[in-house]
């Protein structure tokens, strides 16, 4: 086998302590602990898990657990109100609303009620906009980790040809707004894309998140490239991402595995956001006590914003300072 194999699960275990450390300084500093809302509504057995992993791995690195579960017959007005009374706590310094969510709930309609600065999911309309915009602001966690795990390895991005195969809101589309950030040349493509084989040879970082077992062929990679996989597939009980690791690992130079890859990077970037999403209520709050103006006090929140972002950059990064 050629290819290096990405350990997702060692950078996820860095990215957690980072985030510990710099939680308790946060604690130390302003006497008040981080806390996370995961609702869930309903009990689709895969939710309960993700939430069930999600608020251990909270609990674990000392973020504050808020979770709250509504039946499956919650109505829209019933989830609206618990989001409401999570955007009003201050101890809630982050909000997740689990999906799917039971049908008959207008999902994108109670997402985007989320504060969008206890957003740690991205995916409020104006975290997207930001995101384009390119301000500074929570970013899906998803994406997130595979910059991250990118950055660990020294993968170069500036002017790098990057091929992203899927464009769902929730990972394909960010994380070519997040490459593009880091000046990546970038191509999205879809189900309508033509040669696709042809377009992904052309990338010297090649991403699959399209949900398709073993889509992704040694046909389909430039020698050397580095692959990321991001699908998890179940097949026969056996979790499989989007790329045919075994084939496509004899040509790459980097490639992730699944599991053990980009699967573990999701969580650990929600603990980071919930941490950043802290750090930026507090010091746009600090701003608002003060007597400074309006202009002042939208200068102070982008800051902040900024700092969050360098510091979810750093974690992701493991650098230190
Ligand atoms: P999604 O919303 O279903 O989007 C899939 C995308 O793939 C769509 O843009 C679709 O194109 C495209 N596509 C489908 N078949 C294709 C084909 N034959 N050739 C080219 N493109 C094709 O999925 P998602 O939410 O982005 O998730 C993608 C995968 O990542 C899934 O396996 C999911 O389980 C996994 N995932 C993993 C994590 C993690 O933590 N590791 C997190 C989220 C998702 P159209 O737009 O044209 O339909």
């Not at 997402?111 to 915009?133: E, F, M």
């Not at 599991?259 to 507090?282: D, F, K």
Request: net charge neutral; proline share 6%.
């Amino acid at each position: 086998m050629a290819a290096r194999v990405i350990d997702g699960k060692a950078v996820a275990e860095r990215v957690r302590a980072r985030v510990a450390e710099d939680l308790e300084r946060f604690v130390e500093r302003t006497g008040r602990r981080p806390g996370l809302a995961t609702i869930l509504v309903g009990d689709d057995p895969a939710s309960a898990v993700y939430v069930a992993s999600k608020r251990r791995q909270c609990v674990a690195v000392g973020i504050a657990d808020h979770h709250r579960h509504l039946d499956a017959s919650a109505t829209q007005e019933e989830v609206a109100a618990v989001i409401d009374e999570c955007n009003a706590n201050p101890e809630v310094s982050g909000i997740l609303l689990q999906l799917p969510l039971p049908k008959g709930l207008n999902a994108s309609a109670l997402t985007a009620r989320i504060k969008p600065d206890k957003d740690v999911d991205g995916l409020t309309p104006v975290s997207v906009g930001r995101l384009w915009q390119r301000a500074a602001g929570l970013r899906p966690c998803t994406p997130l980790g595979v910059i991250a795990l990118l950055d660990a390895y020294e993968v170069p991005l500036s002017g790098a040809e990057v091929v992203v195969v899927g464009r769902s809101e929730l990972v394909g589309r960010p994380l070519a707004g997040l490459l593009l950030a880091r000046d990546a040349t970038v191509t999205l493509c879809h189900s309508r894309t033509r040669q696709l084989p042809a377009v992904c040879a052309r990338a010297d970082v090649l991403i699959a998140a399209v949900g398709v077992p073993r889509l992704i062929g040694p046909a389909h990679v430039k020698p050397g490239a580095t692959v990321i996989d991001v699908g998890i597939n179940r097949i026969d009980g056996k979790l499989v991402g989007d790329v045919d690791f075994e084939e496509v690992a004899k040509r790459a130079g980097l490639i992730t595995p699944v599991p053990g890859g980009v699967g573990p990077m999701t969580i650990a970037m929600l603990l980071a956001n919930t941490l950043a999403a802290a750090q930026l209520q507090e010091e746009a709050e600090s701003v608002a006590a003060g007597s400074a103006g309006e202009g002042v006090q939208e200068r102070a929140l982008s800051n902040a914003l900024t700092d969050a972002k360098r510091m979810s950059e750093a974690v992701a990064t493991g650098e230190s300072g």
